[in-house]
């Protein structure tokens, strides 16, 4: 076909076809008709913009020679539709959150004056933002008896880690998340026979995000100080405020939040530790909401097997401040930065309290849980302890990792005393 134009091929068979047609001969007539559209396709391959396999070398060699390789010039690639963005869920904008002009709170830009920022973020007076308006007085429970509903009129929210898709730690068959709501349950109950009400944040295998949790045990909370706020004759606009956040956080918290695409239900309305003036009232709420204590239930796990032991943690006053000066100083990354001032008004001595009797109840029950480093009670940067100002501690239940602790944590007659032991604590910590 080289010595001849295309054009001329295509007219000389269909010249021939003409005539073998016309010499009845329809078996050849076909053929020739075959072949001039194998000649028109083939001439229409050479268009320009489509690279052939030979024209421009192996796919190989195109990615050696540039640095950021264009999907469409490829050469033999099938070329493909950019996946759409996946739609973006809207972000409710932080109530009231207010940060420093030319701050975004979801830019991961570097800031660069942080000590400005800090400057103008100022801090909280170190007293409650609230009037004592929820009075609860302890000092009726002190010396109740075991047998009598010591704890009634005492709430306690047991919230078991992990759920659904998140196991938690995981050691052979045994996932984290299973011994916990275990544990739980069997704590629940326990807790109820002492006439303490319980409120579990899952009763099955189900995801609950972290901030859904914090959400829910907040409303309980709000619903509870909202006809004592009432009765005071104050003010109830920011409680309702509050609970139409909470509810912001119970339904945006749900399964389909990814934190990996930084969805904003991941997070909660602190972002962090910088609290606004309306979350402030949200923690001094919770302060002096005495008769809630929040118990989030867990395991833990280390790459090292050897350690193990009952370890006992929540959020501190000066680990928050620590951890504030920590971002301001060395990571100055909007995401995390602190934009408003840090709240410090926990109650760390009820917290170490709550933490002392769980540790020296559970171990008088089940001393292999005992911690070898005698160091039982740490502070830590939980959501739980961090956003929720309830005498609150997450109690890590032996290590997973670890052979006998493993025995124990998955042992349902070990399980029973380990709940057995908590529930004592709570009622130490209301009666003694
Ligand atoms: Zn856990």
């Known amino acids: 076909m080289a010595k001849f134009g295309k054009q001329t091929a295509v007219l000389l068979c269909y010249n021939i076809a003409m005539k073998k047609i016309l010499q009845r001969a329809p078996k050849i007539a076909f053929i020739t008709f075959f072949l001039i559209i194998l000649m028109i396709i083939s001439s229409c391959s050479k268009l320009p913009g489509l690279p052939n396999a030979d024209s421009t070398g192996s796919s190989a060699d195109y990615d050696k020679d540039t640095a950021t390789p264009s999907r469409t010039a490829t050469p033999t690639s099938v070329q493909i539709e950019p996946s759409p963005t996946p739609t973006e869920t809207p972000v409710p904008a932080p109530t009231l959150q207010s940060f420093p002009e030319g701050i975004s709170p979801h830019s991961t830009d570097p800031v660069a004056d942080p000590e400005r920022i800090a400057n103008e973020r100022g801090s909280w007076p170190a007293e409650s933002s609230l009037d004592n308006f929820y009075v609860v007085d302890l000092s009726q429970y002190r010396g109740r008896v075991e047998d009598a509903s010591p704890l009634k009129g005492i709430t306690v929210i047991v919230d078991p880690g992990h759920g659904g898709m998140d196991p938690g730690a995981i050691a052979g ?15 629940a109950e326990r807790l109820r026979n002492y006439g303490a009400e319980v409120l579990l944040t899952r009763t099955e295998d189900e995801y609950v995000s972290l901030y859904k949790r914090i959400g829910l045990g907040s409303m309980f909370v709000a619903e509870r100080a909202l006809p004592r706020l009432v009765e005071s004759g104050a ?83 000066r680990g928050t401040v620590d951890l504030e000066n920590r971002m301001l100083n060395k990571e100055p990354n909007c995401e995390i930065l602190p934009a408003n001032p840090s709240y410090h008004l926990y109650d760390d001595a009820a917290r170490n309290s709550l933490a002392q009797f769980i540790y020296a109840e559970v171990i008088a029950l089940v001393p292999e849980l005992k911690d070898p480093a005698n ?9 739980f302890t961090r956003e929720i100002n309830l005498t609150s501690v997450l109690v890590e239940i032996g290590f997973m990792s670890n052979p006998e602790d493993l025995k124990i944590i998955i042992d349902p007659a070990k399980q029973a005393k380990v709940a057995e032991g908590i529930a004592r604590a709570v009622y130490k910590h209301y009666t003694q």
């Open 173 to 187: 068959d045994c996932t984290e998340k299973v011994s916990n709501l275990q544990i739980s349950l069997l704590l």
């Open 235 to 317: 003010d109830t606009f920011w409680l309702r405020q509050l609970q139409a956040d909470y509810q912001k956080m119970i339904e945006v918290n749900n399964d389909n939040v990814d934190p990996r695409r930084g969805e904003i239900g991941y997070r909660g309305q602190a972002q962090g530790i910088g609290v606004n003036e309306l979350w402030r009232k949200h923690m001094d709420l919770q302060r002096l909401a005495n008769d809630v204590l929040w118990l989030s239930i867990h395991s833990n796990s280390s790459l090292n097997t050897d350690i193990r032991g009952l370890k006992l943690f929540f959020n501190t006053n």
């Open 375 to 383: 160091n039982p009670v740490l502070s830590g940067n939980y959501a």
